[in-house]
């Protein structure tokens, strides 16, 4: 099939562009590590407050600045809601939710991912900056969904 | 093109016009619903009479998501068919029918069940939120319809090829089928997951339901559906727009080869929906990630053939300069205008759509209201407008009459209307978004928490577009009915483009529907088995349903 000249010059600028664009996407994804969250880990939905880490939600401290944060989400709260962590913390997130599939996102940082039963979703974040951020749920998961929330308070 | 029609045929006509005049209700129950939706999100207004602010994002999703394009489109489909292929045989219109009121019931059920407040499950309608057995059922009863609709298409355009060995199939007639076909795999992902997993859950009849499964399968569809949505705009575009200001079709070939692109590249890719979601390798999403993007290359010839189009009608005008062709464009044809505007507007739709498929930039804005104003710029603003503009003609084409000078300019004031309105509500949502604010959320000030504050704003501009597209819904319906029953009698052209003549002739191969099909089921097969059959070895137990968090 006959290009037009101009045509061709335009696709391959554009193709060559578009695999330069997928490969920054993979750098980052594969020798980076800037993967979405993706955990595997399944969990009983209809046992999660008896299934550790969840039977005692919160922030617990592993080593050094590190830190795992569990977290229950359920139709419309979550639990612990009030959440302090030390600046200058790698937290791992953990989350689990009792009911029906939830959205966890801590406004202005990068923590977003979908909750959903019978999973563990996790995600990593380094908290460098001090003040409180919303945590809230996006996705919708009834009558009180905008109701859901919580808050991470970054101290010195 | 042997028994291509001069007019559509009167009965085919009557069968397209049904399908608008469901299209054209649901616009206006719809865009009701988000007028309200804008105007609750404000934080100034309570909605009364018990609705519910899920309830309406419902109805509004529902109807202007599913029903108003996909009746818009059939109708489109079969007029474009009954133009370039011939008239329908009256079998196949029967069969058109059936396809229609089939459509008609399932609609009619979904609805019912949402305004008994007994489906406030978003259009998504995601597990373990369970809505009432026939909300499902009325789904499946859409999409069944569809089929029989899509069935009569394909025997009609058989027909044709028997009737023309060896002949190049009519443009507008191959890219209805290939709309068609893309459909129809689409929703057997959709169909599957309400037939096998939502409707016996519903009943009772099974306990429970794997949440990613039905997830999967879900925008398995959700994604080729936007494509659907997009594949009926290009028809236009690649065909219609050239005859309507004078011009030619840029090459035949291209057009086609983009629309197999289409077809191809829009179904492997749901996973980009679900890419911060557990239960899935990232190795796989980033593949589909890979896969997404191939869209860039049918998305480019596209702009190049139709800026090709309109360089070279100008210049054979006597434009001189670089841009100097611009001027020559019918500005003042509401038929070129409206959709001209949707093409501006993919531009912005389009930068979006790549943050929002991108692996990692993706999580910066999933589920906020950034993706919301991203699909209002592309369904709502380029889809939209585009099918305004092929109503501005076709409507008087099927009814028999002319679209008067007032209307026309009551259809470019639509469009400027729309433009303003689109412009306030969607930044202010990509604005919104970047700063976290939810989609799919009522009115909250979040424990009156600062960055819930710093959204108010935002939310406040969108309800003042909101209420601009109202006026822009308010007039495009007053000129749909004007075209249905009141404009001067006469006849209306059916614009179909020509070939220019410096064009290359057609290959055969783009027309071996066997081999374009069996690569789609190949790449979706690669896409698809491996993190699927992971998601069925490896389920975690099932999840009851949840009817009273409604």
């Known amino acids: 099939m006959h290009l037009h000249k101009f045509e061709k010059i335009w696709l391959t600028f554009g193709i060559g562009i578009l695999f330069v664009f997928l490969a920054v996407v993979g750098v980052g994804a594969f020798a980076m590590g800037h993967q979405p969250a993706s955990s595997i880990k399944t969990i009983d939905p209809e046992k999660v407050a008896e299934t550790a880490p969840f039977d005692n939600p919160g922030l617990v401290h592993i080593e050094g600045n590190k830190y795992e944060l569990n977290l229950v989400a359920e139709a419309f709260a979550y639990t612990p809601s009030t959440i302090q962590i030390p600046k200058g913390a790698e937290v791992t997130i953990n989350v689990a939710t009792k009911d029906v599939v939830h959205g966890f996102s801590i406004a202005g940082t990068n923590v977003n991912m979908m909750v959903e039963p019978g999973y563990v979703s996790t995600y990593t974040q380094t908290f460098s900056k001090t003040g409180e951020f919303l945590v809230l749920c996006n996705e919708y998961c009834g009558a009180g969904h905008h109701l859901m929330m919580a808050k991470v308070e970054v101290t010195e | ?277 557990p239960g899935i390798d990232p190795n796989w999403k980033y593949l589909q990630v890979v896969l997404t993007f191939m869209v860039v290359i049918p998305s480019l010839m596209t702009a190049f053939s139709l800026f090709a189009s309109f360089e070279s009608y100008g210049r054979s005008k006597g434009a001189t300069g670089l841009f100097g062709w611009f001027r020559k464009l019918p500005w003042g044809d509401a038929r070129f205008f409206a959709p001209f505007i949707g093409m501006l507007f993919f531009i912005p739709a389009g930068a979006g759509g790549i943050i929002n498929a991108s692996h990692q930039m993706n999580q910066v804005i999933h589920n906020t209201i950034w993706v919301t104003g991203h699909f209002h710029l592309t369904v709502a603003t380029t889809v939209l407008l585009t099918f305004f503009g092929i109503a501005y003609w076709l409507i008087p084409h099927l009814t028999g009459r002319v679209m008067t000078k007032a209307m026309n300019k009551l259809a470019i004031v639509q469009t400027i209307v729309w433009t303003i309105g689109m412009t306030f509500m969607s930044t202010s949502m990509h604005f919104a978004g970047l700063l976290g604010a939810p989609r799919r959320s009522a009115f909250s000030t979040y424990g009156d928490s600062a960055q819930a504050m710093d959204w108010i704003p935002y939310q406040i501009a969108q309800a003042i577009g909101g209420s601009i597209l109202f006026i822009g819904i308010i007039l495009v319906l007053v000129i749909f009915i004007n075209l249905a029953f009141f404009a001067p009698k006469g006849e209306t052209e059916f614009p179909v483009g020509e070939v220019a003549k410096e064009a290359e002739k057609t290959p055969m191969l783009l027309e071996n529907w066997k081999l374009w099909v069996g690569v789609l089921a190949v790449l979706i097969l690669i896409a698809y088995t491996i993190p699927f059959v992971d998601m069925i070895q490896n389920a975690p137990p099932g999840a009851k349903p949840f009817k009273h968090l409604l």
């Open chain 2, 1 to 277: 093109m042997i028994n291509s029609n001069f007019k559509v045929d009167r009965n085919d006509g009557k069968l397209a016009m049904a399908h608008f005049y469901v299209a054209f209700a649901a616009l206006l129950l719809g865009g009701t619903a988000g007028l309200l939706q804008t105007l609750v999100r404000s934080g100034k207004f309570t909605l009364p009479a018990g609705i519910g602010y899920y309830q309406l994002l419902t109805v509004h999703g529902v109807l202007l998501g599913l029903v108003l394009t996909t009746f818009f489109i059939i109708g489109f489909l079969f007029a474009s068919l009954s133009k370039t292929a011939g008239t329908l045989s009256s079998k196949i219109r029967l069969t058109g029918w059936i396809g229609f009121l089939t459509m008609t019931i399932g609609t009619a059920s979904t609805a019912t069940t949402i305004l008994l407040g007994e489906a406030s499950v978003l259009y998504t309608f995601y597990a373990p939120l369970q809505a009432h057995p026939f909300f499902y059922i009325g789904l499946a009863l859409v999409v069944v319809g569809s089929w029989i609709s899509g069935f009569a298409m394909f025997t009609h355009f058989g027909k044709w090829k028997k009737a023309n060995p060896g002949q190049v199939t009519p443009l507008l007639s191959y890219m209805a089928i290939m709309t068609m076909i893309l459909w129809l795999v689409a929703t057997l992902g959709v169909a599957a997951s309400v037939l096998i997993q939502f409707i016996p859950w519903s009943f009772g009849w099974v306990e429970t339901i794997d949440v990613l499964i039905s997830r999967t399968l879900f925008w398995y569809f959700g994604h080729p559906l936007v494509y659907f949505w997009l594949l009926p705009a290009y028809m236009a575009w690649y065909v219609v727009i050239p005859k309507v200001i004078g011009g030619k079709i840029f090459s035949d070939a291209l057009a086609r080869l983009s629309f197999i692109l289409f077809l191809l590249f829009s179904i492997p890719v749901g996973f980009h929906h679900q890419l911060t979601e």
